[in-house]
């Protein structure tokens, strides 16, 4: 899990990048990208809606996975970027390996 310094917590902070920032749109999820300009620790988002899964346990899995491997591949994310991932209803329907490779994908482009 994603250390809790590493995750964005606060309202406003998903209004700006929303607002300011750049959307990349992926076949599983969108990726919102706001760069601070600062050389403070990326913080990073994820909004899960009920429209993926009524069950709680499900979006919460959803969200563990994407924080487990954003911390794992921290190193490869510049500094001072607020992000934010949007999951799309599609992700059910594919296996972790499809996942990692579109997050992969999504870290090299963007951030």
């Not at 994820?46 to 954003?70: G, L, M, P, Q, W």
């Amino acid at each position: 899990m994603l250390a809790s310094k590493y995750r964005l917590k606060y309202k406003s902070s998903f209004v700006r990048v929303e607002i300011d920032g750049k959307l990349s749109q992926f076949k599983y999820f969108g990726l919102g990208v706001y760069d601070r300009k600062d050389e403070d620790p990326s913080l990073f988002g994820f909004v899960i809606s009920t429209k993926i899964s009524k069950r709680a346990v499900v979006r919460n899995r959803i969200k563990r996975f994407f924080s487990d491997h954003i911390r794992l591949n921290f190193e490869k994310i510049k500094p001072g970027l607020d992000v934010i991932f949007l999951i799309k209803p599609s992700i059910l329907k594919i296996d972790r390996e499809l996942i990692e490779k579109e997050i992969n994908e999504a870290i090299s482009k963007n951030l």
